[in-house]
């Protein structure tokens, strides 16, 4: 089994995101999701709190709510994975129809599983049993939902039997996936490779990645940081970029490489914290500009850099700066999922890895 990665928060994953036919936005869910990604977070839990008190069926309300309770967790609010699997599953039981809102409560059972196993647990194959049943359904209203399948593969691939794990359901839902996308195709593949195997060679070989498909140039740059290579990840993350702006994400992605070295050895301290911050920076400073709560994250991560470095009162002040931007930033060493920000009448394609840290 790969070495499973637990980041007490969503990472990150794929960008693109789609409207949801018949998925209408709620003019006042609407509002307090623009006041959540303002940084005002309390005042979109109060008016959430409020349409919810004059409409229990508003499934949308119920499943902003679950996103604004999973934003609060990483940034230290007072919220558990209760609290989130109770607001998402009124949203589903309320539109029971929604992939959106499906696939959303498939990934909160997902971080409900990956906690229980982080506590251990009693009930991990339990949990693990009803993530995989909960994809599953997604896929039973959206057949061809790339992302559900993904977690499918993984689930079955990369756990234990004990644990949940199908090797020939993984093999399934690969081929599956391979007929119909060929990016998911590759990277289910990739998935199911031994964890020693060439992933660089690997993502070299698809036309994809010659013809500077920024999915694959993404995959491409994350091989090369599992292998050390940082060099080589810039690049192909400035490839991916330069193709698609919306990718300047990855930036925090070469940031935190130099971070977690300092973490495993913190004489490197003096050698990597450096790089750390002009990657932060070069993030904060990029085009398009990123939203308040990756800003805040960001400058929480900048607050560590300074921190470590001694540098108590440039923290300071960069930690107030973060706050005031959004009190509840992601406090998490990964970088906050996106599918956090999607509006909430769209459904989501990003997807993040449970087993990974990039």
Not at 231 to 254: G, M
């Amino acid at each position: 089994m790969k070495k499973l990665v637990i980041l007490s928060c969503m990472l990150f994953g794929f960008h693109i995101s789609s409207t949801m036919g018949g998925n209408h936005p709620d003019k006042n869910v609407m509002k307090a999701f623009d006041l959540r990604m303002a940084g005002k977070v309390d005042e979109a839990k109060a008016l959430l709190n409020d349409i919810i008190a004059k409409d229990s069926t508003n499934a949308m309300a119920y499943y902003e709510l679950a996103r604004l309770q999973h934003y609060m967790l990483v940034g230290g609010g007072q919220v558990g994975i209760g609290d989130i699997m109770n607001s998402i599953d009124k949203a589903v039981a309320n539109d029971p129809s929604n992939a959106t809102y499906a696939y959303y409560r498939g990934i909160s059972c997902f971080l409900k599983a990956f906690i229980s196993m982080q506590q251990g647990g009693s009930e991990v194959q339990k949990n693990i049993e009803a993530t995989a049943a909960q994809f599953e359904k997604v896929l039973s209203l959206k057949p061809d939902y790339c992302e559900p399948m993904l977690y499918l593969v993984e689930i079955y691939g990369l756990l234990p039997r004990e644990m949940g794990g199908d090797s020939l359901k993984a093999v399934g839902f690969a081929d599956k996936l391979n007929e119909l996308n060929p990016y998911f195709g590759a990277r289910a593949k990739a998935v199911l490779m031994p964890e020693n195997s060439d992933f660089e060679k690997f993502w070299n070989s698809f036309p994809g990645t010659k013809d500077k498909n920024p999915e694959y140039l993404t995959e491409l740059g994350k091989a090369c940081l599992y292998k050390g290579d940082v060099k080589s990840a810039e690049k192909y993350f400035t490839e991916a970029i330069k193709v698609d702006p919306s990718l300047n994400f990855r930036i925090l992605d070469l940031a935190r490489f130099h971070m977690m070295k300092v973490m495993q050895d913190k004489e490197k301290a003096k050698t990597e914290l450096p790089f750390a911050k002009t990657f932060l920076e070069q993030y904060l400073a990029s085009k398009p500009e990123p939203n308040i709560p990756l800003k805040a994250y960001t400058l929480g991560l900048l607050n560590r850099v300074e921190m470590i470095q001694g540098n108590k009162a440039e923290a300071d002040k960069i930690e107030a700066k973060a706050k005031d931007l959004d009190k509840y930033f992601s406090r998490a060493s990964g970088v906050p999922t996106l599918l956090l920000f999607d509006p909430p009448q769209q459904l989501s394609h990003h997807y993040f890895s449970f087993f990974s840290p990039y």
